[in-house]
Each structure stands twice: as structure tokens, then as C-alpha cells.
């Protein structure tokens, strides 16, 4: 590894001078160490910290802080091994022509791990991002701790955890892991917004494999304990993973477009080329009347979005549940919604969870919610039971109630138990619910209902089956027609379904300006 290149001690007398030896620093700090480190960056598919920034930001926009940054710890060699920048790139540049800072590790440098300068450079940017109410990313590709820097780098760690949570909720924080990043540093992309990963080249666990192997006798690679398919289908760690660097952050571009720069903002709206009454013909096929055929939610959200493009978000985790950032009439909405395509559309756990943690970070940004409605009600079982299902749900529960941002839910087809109510219901604060002429909103499913209401007159009579079919049909049509909530307020509407899409535009129009306070109070304290 090379340091900064040699310098007479007087040094240049005049200003040409000057600025020509401060052209060849420069050169130097940006091309890195060595060809010979870039090649092998290269040989592994990853790009260097530069390539990527170029990636992110506009042309020719990024704007670099402390590029001329070096340690100045000593032990171990590392006195006579002081490179440009740390192994850090940090500063600012635009996303469509907006500010957004970034920082980036290295790996060419120290194999991209922070010491005591490197910290307090990514500590500066994030103030910086703070500060000016801006978007921060943060493109992962280090090392962890610098063993040689002890526990000045464990500070530095410690410095930027606080900052993460200091700007939560207040800035979009982006990480990108395109190299491996293991112990404490996995922190702090688990306290941002958003993680997204890349297929083979990046990794996050708090323990390697050796350790694992170590202590449990358990033997597992890299990638399969903490590779991206492990954590965007088992964990949830992961919101997003690619195949490579490109495609990655070219959607961490596209995400940057639909949130606001920060919880103070709008999220940007754009011309809509898609007709806001645009009738929805093709959705009276593709939702069955019968409420025990599946059907593929992700269709229905197709057909009212903008263009039907929308940005899923934990796409492979908890897939029972989709939530994705769309447009209507080009203002971004987030959306959530049972998949009946997956274990029917019913809540549980990781679903809950998922959904809370959605909701909560668009009613963070001021991002309108609407709610798509087809649940069975929650997940039965010993194990859903024992792990917390009731804690887990109530997570979700007071992320509805808990935000001020227009709320508007629409059932489909189902909507039973609490998790009718869960899934922002107008008792829990929806502005607006709306329901197709197919909604079954109910206790629980009618033969449910009928063998429980009515299980002393199915067993005391001469044909019990017989019975049970007329009760179960006395149930529905007493209790669950598609016009007993709307008759008692409870549903603000029953619409056609090809109108859908203009009802939503129409409806979040008039919510635009919606005012809400929450008590004064230092913060909630919701369930864990």
C-alpha cells in the first residue's frame, strides 16, 4: 500500500507551483493505492468506492470532504502507512438533481476498516446529511474494526450508532452492502431505513463461520449464514438483493426518487401520464368472488398504480404480505396488502412485523398509506403462540394507529377477526374505508361462525349436516352481506371495482392537507 507521494521540504515557492503539486495529491488520493488493488477489486466483481459514488450521483456532481484525511495512529507499521482519505469516501453530490450524501468504504485501503480518522469522517458526513435535511447512503465494503486502532475504533462504531438513531426518522438512511461487514459493524445498516445487498459479494453476520463452528459444531459458508438470499428470505435483514452492483444501485437510485429528502418534505411528485379515472375493467376477472380462491395480489396493485410500476419492499421475506412504494397520479403512496397467494393472505409473525415496520416508516416520511384488505385473520398454531404472535400483531396495531398521514383501506374480499381491525380498520383511524360489493368483513368465516353460534342446534338435529348448511347461510346472509358494515358507518362506501384506481386519486387529493396531532410525550413505547 502506498502513502502520499513524496514532498521536497520547502516545497513549491510559487502559486502555479502549489496548485500543480496539490493536482498530483489529489490524483493520488482518488486513484487509491495501486493499480494492483483496483485489479483485484475488480477480479472479485466488486467496483472500488469511486465507481460506485459515479453510479449513485449525477454526473459530475459529487463533491468530496476530506479527501487529504489520514491517521495518525502508530504501532504495528501502521506510522509508515498513512493513506490518502483513510479509506473512506465521503461527501455529497445529487439524485435527480437533488443533495444526497454518501460515504464509502474502501476496500483497497486497509480492506476498507475503520479507525479513528475514518470514523470521524463518516461522523462529519452524517452530521453534514443531518444538518441540511438531506438523504444519506452509505455503501458498505469494509473490513470491520481496525485491530491495530483498538478501542478508538470501537468509538468510532459507537459514534456512528448514535447518529443513525439521532436521524431516524428524520432523513432517509440508505445502506448498501457490497462487501462483507461482520460484529458490531452490522448495527448499523440494522438502524436505517433501508438494506439492500448483492448476490456473492456481500455478507452480515455478528459472528463468522469460524466462530459458529467454534462454539455450536455447526459448519455453514459465508453467504449461507449471512449472504443476501439469507437475509431477504429468512431474516428480513436484507429490504432488496441484486445480482451485481449496477442493478443495485440503480434501484437505490429509484428508491431515493420516491421519498421525501426529509420528514419535513413531501415526497416529490411528478406528471402522471396515466389517466386518474383510467377504468380497471380487467380487475372484475381477476379477483374471484369465491373467498377461497387465491389469487395474485401483486395484479391488483398493478392495476391501480401509475403506469403499474410500484418498488416492493421485502419481497421474498414474509410474502404472505406486500408492501411497496407506488404512484397515483404521480404522488407516491405506500402500499400494503395480504397476498392470498401466499398461506392466504393471513398475518402472522414476520408479516406483522414486516407490515409495522412499513407503516412506520411511511407515516415517518409523510407517505400516504393505503391499505388493500383479503385477511383470514391471524396465523393458529402452538409455535406462533409460543414466539409471540400477540406482542408481534400489536406491533403492527400500533403502527396504524400511531400514524397521522392519510390513511385510506379497501377490502376486497375478507376481513376477519383482528385482523380486520389490525389492518386499518375505521375504528382504528383509517380516514377512509372503502369495500368491493365481494367484502366478507365478519367475526370469523361463516361455517366457523355457524358451527359455534349454532352448534346445539346442528347436533340436536335429525340431518346435523343439513342443519349446519342452513345455519351457515342464515349467518351470511344476517351478518355478512356485502352492505352490513356500510350500514353501520363502519365502511364509508361500497364501490365498484373498475373505479377503484379514480376513488383513491380522488380520495387522497382531498386528504392531501390532513393535519393530525399525536399527545405530547417523549415517545411511545411500543410492543417488543
Not at 445529487?94 to 476498516?113: E, I, K, N, S
Not at 368491493?436 to 346435523?464: H, K, L, S, Y
Request: charge should be negative; include cysteine.
Amino acid at each position: 500500500m502506498t502513502t502520499a507521494p513524496a514532498r521536497s521540504e520547502s516545497g513549491p515557492t510559487d502559486i502555479r507551483g502549489r496548485v500543480a503539486e496539490l493536482g498530483a495529491l489529489r490524483v493520488q488520493a482518488s486513484a487509491g493505492p495501486s493499480e494492483r488493488a483496483t485489479e483485484t477489486q475488480h477480479a472479485k466483481g466488486k467496483l472500488t468506492a469511486r465507481e460506485r459514488i459515479d453510479l449513485l450521483l449525477d454526473d459530475g456532481s459529487f463533491q468530496e470532504v476530506e479527501q487529504f484525511r489520514r491517521h495518525r495512529a502508530t504501532g504495528f507499521g501502521l506510522e509508515a502507512r498513512r493513506p490518502y482519505t483513510d479509506g473512506v469516501v465521503t461527501g455529497w453530490g445529487t439524485v435527480d438533481g437533488r443533495t444526497v450524501f454518501v460515504y464509502a468504504h474502501d476496500f483497497r485501503v486497509f480492506g476498507g476498516a475503520l479507525g479513528e480518522a475514518h470514523a470521524e469522517k463518516i461522523h462529519k458526513v452524517m452530521d453534514m446529511a443531518l444538518a441540511a435535511g438531506a438523504p444519506l447512503v452509505s455503501l458498505n465494503d469494509g473490513a470491520g474494526a481496525r485491530i491495530q486502532e483498538g478501542v478508538s475504533a470501537l468509538a468510532g462504531y459507537g459514534g456512528i450508532f448514535q447518529r443513525n438513531t439521532r436521524a431516524s426518522g428524520v432523513i432517509p438512511q440508505i445502506s448498501v452492502m457490497l462487501g462483507p461487514c461482520a460484529g458490531g459493524a452490522a448495527y448499523s445498516p440494522a438502524l436505517t431505513d433501508f438494506v439492500f445487498m448483492v448476490r456473492g459479494t456481500s455478507q452480515m453476520f455478528i459472528t463468522g463461520p469460524d466462530v459458529v463452528k467454534a462454539v455450536t459444531g455447526e459448519e455453514i459458508s459465508q453467504n449461507g449464514l449471512g449472504g443476501a438470499d439469507t437475509h431477504a428470505e429468512t431474516s428480513g435483514v436484507a429490504h432488496f438483493a441484486y445480482d451485481d452492483e449496477e442493478s443495485c444501485i440503480a434501484d437505490v437510485r429509484y428508491l431515493i426518487s420516491l421519498l421525501p429528502s426529509n420528514n419535513r418534505d413531501n415526497p416529490p411528485s411528478c406528471p402522471a401520464d396515466d389517466p386518474a379515472d383510467r377504468r380497471g375493467e380487467v380487475l372484475l376477472d381477476l379477483v374471484p368472488a369465491d373467498g377461497n380462491r387465491p389469487y395474485d395480489m401483486r395484479r391488483v396493485v398493478e392495476e391501480l398504480v401509475d403506469d403499474g410500476e410500484y418498488l416492493e419492499v421485502h419481497e421474498r421475506w414474509a410474502p404472505n404480505i406486500i408492501c411497496a412504494l407506488a404512484r397515483l397520479d404521480g404522488e407516491v403512496v405506500g402500499v400494503v396488502a395480504n397476498q392470498p397467494l401466499s398461506m392466504a393472505g393471513v398475518l402472522d409473525i414476520k408479516a406483522s412485523e414486516k407490515a409495522a415496520r412499513f407503516v412506520q416508516m411511511c407515516d415517518a416520511f409523510n407517505i400516504p398509506l393505503v391499505t388493500l384488505v383479503d385477511v383470514p385473520g391471524f396465523l393458529p398454531g402452538v409455535d406462533q403462540e409460543h414466539d409471540g404472535i400477540i406482542r408481534h400483531g400489536a406491533k403492527l396495531l400500533y403502527a396504524y394507529c400511531n400514524a397521522t398521514v392519510p390513511r385510506i383501506s379497501l377490502i376486497l374480499r375478507k376481513a376477519y377477526g383482528g385482523a380486520y381491525i389490525v389492518m386499518d380498520s375505521q375504528s382504528i383511524g383509517a380516514d377512509l374505508t372503502y369495500a368491493w360489493p365481494t367484502n366478507e368483513i365478519a367475526v370469523m368465516g361463516a361455517e366457523g361462525a355457524a358451527n359455534v353460534v349454532f352448534r346445539r342446534q346442528i347436533a340436536q338435529a335429525e340431518d346435523p349436516e343439513a342443519m349446519r348448511e342452513r345455519m351457515v347461510k342464515e349467518y351470511r346472509t344476517e351478518l355478512m352481506h356485502p352492505y352490513y358494515a356500510a350500514e353501520r358507518g363502519l365502511v364509508d362506501d361500497v364501490i365498484d371495482p373498475v373505479g377503484t384506481r379514480e376513488v383513491l386519486i380522488r380520495s387522497l387529493a382531498m386528504l392531501r392537507a390532513k393535519y393530525a396531532e399525536l399527545p405530547s410525550r417523549k415517545h411511545g413505547n411500543p410492543p417488543q
